[in-house]
């Protein structure tokens, strides 16, 4: 297995577009500059979201041939880029399908790394995620790392190292206001469901007191 120096978030995103793409839009794989320019700017299921010129692309893409991470594809009118990455990391194509996950959309739990690598290859289950991710974690250099579970969540997050060490304690900081934030905002969704329910109770006890008034009068009105 070769050792690469760590990669730029730039350069990690060009590689994880290349895998994504491969799988997703193999018709029009490899890509051109153009193409995976847009993929790298891609607004959904990015995290976070760039906004990078081709040049900044291009530049990258230099980076990344030195690295032998990315091949550059003659034979046609335009050029166009594929990857390289199961072979320069020596893993196979599960290990490169949650690698590019990661760098796609940032730290996960095993179970969301499973539904969002589908379309790159689909697990069994969400032990094999683990297996693959624990043999991962264990390859010397690491090449992911488990995070320490964040209070009140469920799972532990997985993050990617191939940007070199991260700080655990700001990654997991950031995962436990994420989950706090999803947890106050279910909290909130929650409570204006409440409140709309008493406000149809409250609408419904008013009819019925209006119809009790009513067959009341008209009671009133026979008896006499």
Same mark, same amino acid.
């Given at each position: 297995? =070769?050792?690469?120096?760590?990669?730029?978030?730039?350069?990690?995103?060009?590689?994880?577009?290349?895998?994504?793409?491969?799988?997703?839009?193999?018709?029009?794989?490899?890509?051109?500059?153009?193409?995976?320019? !847009?993929?790298?700017?891609?607004?959904?299921?990015?995290?976070?979201?760039?906004?990078? #010129?081709? #040049?900044?692309?291009?530049? #990258?893409?230099?980076?990344?041939?030195?690295?032998?991470?990315?091949?550059?594809?003659?034979?046609?009118?335009?050029?166009?880029?594929?990857?390289?990455?199961?072979?320069?990391?020596?893993?196979?194509?599960?290990?490169?399908?949650?690698?590019?996950?990661?760098?796609?959309?940032?730290?996960?739990?095993?179970?969301?790394?499973?539904?969002?690598?589908?379309?790159?290859?689909?697990?069994?289950?969400?032990?094999?995620?683990?297996?693959?991710?624990?043999?991962? #974690?264990?390859?010397?250099?690491?090449?992911?790392?488990?995070?320490?579970? !964040?209070?009140? !969540?469920?799972? =532990?997050?997985?993050?990617?190292?191939?940007?070199?060490?991260?700080?655990?304690?700001?990654?997991?900081?950031?995962?436990?206001?994420?989950?706090?934030? $999803?947890?106050? $905002?279910?909290?909130?969704?929650?409570?204006?469901?409440?409140?709309?329910?008493?406000? =149809?109770?409250?609408?419904?006890?008013?009819?019925?007191?209006?119809?009790?008034?009513?067959?009341?009068?008209?009671?009133?009105?026979?008896?006499?």
């Amino acid at each position: 297995m =070769a050792s690469i120096r760590a990669l730029t978030p730039v350069e990690a995103r060009i590689v994880a577009v290349l895998v994504e793409k491969q799988a997703t839009v193999p018709d029009t794989y490899p890509l051109s500059l153009n193409a995976l320019t !847009a993929g790298c700017n891609q607004k959904t299921a990015r995290e976070p979201v760039m906004q990078l #010129a081709e #040049a900044d692309v291009l530049a #990258a893409l230099d980076e990344l041939k030195a690295l032998s991470l990315v091949i550059e594809v003659s034979g046609s009118r335009v050029v166009r880029y594929e990857h390289n990455l199961g072979r320069v990391l020596g893993v196979p194509s599960q290990s490169v399908a949650l690698l590019s996950t990661l760098m796609l959309r940032g730290p996960q739990t095993a179970a969301e790394l499973r539904a969002h690598s589908e379309r790159l290859h689909r697990f069994a289950d969400v032990s094999s995620v683990e297996g693959f991710l624990d043999e991962l #974690a264990e390859r010397e250099p690491a090449r992911v790392l488990r995070l320490p579970r !964040a209070p009140g !969540a469920r799972e =532990a997050r997985w993050v990617h190292l191939l940007c070199g060490p991260v700080d655990v304690a700001s990654v997991a900081a950031a995962a436990a206001a994420e989950a706090g934030g $999803a947890a106050g $905002a279910a909290a909130s969704e929650e409570l204006a469901l409440l409140r709309a329910e008493h406000a =149809a109770l409250r609408d419904e006890v008013a009819q019925l007191r209006r119809k009790l008034a009513e067959i009341a009068e008209a009671l009133g009105l026979a008896a006499d």
